[in-house]
């Protein structure tokens, strides 16, 4: 039998921080191949090293049977300055590491959420190992430093369009979360051939499915969440500006009157600034807040609660983006109530699984969420789990991705 390949995967951030690729580099593992990742120090989501972890500390580990090394960058920070930083540095030291680093494998993965930069370390790496470079696409650039930044100078912009076309032009096949993201590389000012550009969804790991809401809601009181009879509406994962989560203290002063909770479990650069809006429209009350979780809590924290929510900062790029919550959520069978356009809301109507209003519109939220109150959110459930069994399923997707592994 011929041995299975060797994959490189190059992800300015894995594990100990917590993106889909740590679950996909151990289902590769599983499968037989072998995986070596080159990454950054662990800074993400807060910008602070990871306690264990520095410039001479735990470069090089072996997690999960797979084998890390980690490369210096900047931490992240609190500021834009610090992000920058964040970025060119992982980059230039990658770009070292690519012409230098001792590692041969027959494919460089490239797993690209923001930053794009993080990339050209893949493309080195594939270059002097001349071996086929893959890119999973998770962000948008330059539309996601437009968005996030609000820079838009030409100046900035048009060297970041020439990254990107460079990025592009050098992998052999890109993957892309959404048939938005799909659309909008393929019809980039400098086209990318659309028979290497495919879709191909996020899932979510094998941990989050349905836990029975009994047990869920003893188990969630120690979190803090009562087993009360109030509507509980539940937001996971990063809190950050992207996530519009600003609407909800807007929404809960507008729901003073309704028995309705909002549950926020994570961290992030906006926690803060949300605890602030919390305080300024006066509904402590209206609020649960959870620090930041290991993810094979979530499920029992979500069965704990009536409904998901999704939101995004009132910008076009978010209707383009399908968010790894949304199949976490569906996953677990979570009824989900969302303020969210595009590629989002197709899925909840599609499936069923729930309500969607417009983006940043409070007062509709409110609406939407008292309609929610209303449904039939077994009915909503059962559809959510449906949908991603038929879509997002593990399994069926990485054996997807076996065989374009395994094409060259």
Do not use: H
């Given at each position: 039998m011929k041995p299975k390949k060797h994959i490189l995967v190059v992800s300015q951030y894995f594990y100990p921080e917590t993106f889909r690729i740590n679950d996909m580099c151990q289902e590769w593992v599983k499968r037989g191949y072998k995986v070596t990742v080159v990454t950054g120090i662990p800074n993400y989501p807060m910008g602070k090293i990871f306690e264990g972890y520095g410039f001479t500390k735990k470069r090089h580990e072996i997690w999960n049977s797979i084998e890390i090394y980690r490369i210096p960058l900047i931490p992240r920070g609190s500021g834009a300055v610090g992000m920058i930083a964040n970025y060119l540095s992982f980059m230039i030291f990658g770009i070292i590491a690519g012409k230098t680093k001792r590692i041969?494998?027959?494919?460089?993965?490239?797993?690209e959420v923001s930053p794009m930069t993080q990339v050209v370390t893949g493309i080195s790496f594939a270059k002097r190992l001349h071996v086929p470079h893959y890119l999973y696409v998770q962000d948008?650039?330059?539309?996601?430093?437009?968005t996030v930044t609000g820079i838009n100078s030409p100046l900035v912009i048009k060297p970041i369009d020439r990254l990107v076309d460079y990025v592009y032009k050098n992998s052999n096949e890109i993957f892309a979360t959404s048939p938005s993201f799909v659309r909008a590389i393929?019809?980039?000012k400098s086209p990318v051939d659309e028979q290497k550009v495919h879709y191909w969804p996020q899932y979510a790991e094998e941990f989050y499915k349905p836990v029975e809401k009994t047990i869920a809601k003893r188990t969630a009181i120690s979190y803090g969440i009562a087993d009360d009879d109030s509507f509980?509406?539940?937001?996971?994962?990063?809190?950050?500006?992207?996530?519009?989560?600003?609407?909800?203290?807007?929404?809960?002063?507008?729901?003073?009157?309704?028995n309705v909770k909002?549950?926020?479990v994570g961290d992030g650069r906006y926690l803060e600034n949300l605890k602030v809006d919390i305080e300024k429209n006066n509904v402590q009350d209206k609020?649960?807040?959870?620090?930041?979780?290991?993810?094979?809590?979530?499920?029992?924290?979500l069965a704990a609660c009536e409904a998901a929510f999704i939101s995004f900062a009132g910008d076009e790029l978010w209707t383009k983006t399908i968010?790894?919550?949304?199949?976490?959520?569906?996953?677990?069978?979570m009824p989900v109530v969302a303020a969210a356009q595009g590629e989002t809301a197709r899925i909840i109507e599609e499936s069923g699984c729930g309500l969607y209003c417009r983006l940043g519109d409070a007062t509709q939220l409110s609406r939407t969420i008292v309609?929610?109150?209303?449904?039939?959110?077994?009915?909503?459930?059962?559809?959510?789990?449906?949908?991603?069994?038929?879509?997002?399923?593990?399994?069926?997707?990485?054996?997807?991705?076996d065989i374009w592994i395994n094409i060259f």
């Open positions: 041969n494998a027959d494919l460089v993965f490239s797993f948008l650039w330059p539309e996601n430093v437009i393929c019809n980039r509980k509406i539940i937001f996971t994962g990063n809190i950050g500006v992207a996530q519009g989560l600003q609407i909800l203290p807007q929404t809960a002063k507008i729901l003073k009157e309704e909002f549950v926020i609020f649960v807040m959870i620090e930041r979780q290991k993810a094979e809590t979530i499920p029992v924290l968010p790894a919550k949304l199949q976490s959520y569906m996953a677990c069978g309609k929610m109150m209303r449904a039939d959110l077994t009915e909503m459930g059962k559809k959510s789990r449906k949908y991603f069994e038929n879509n997002f399923d593990k399994q069926v997707l990485m054996d997807e991705m």
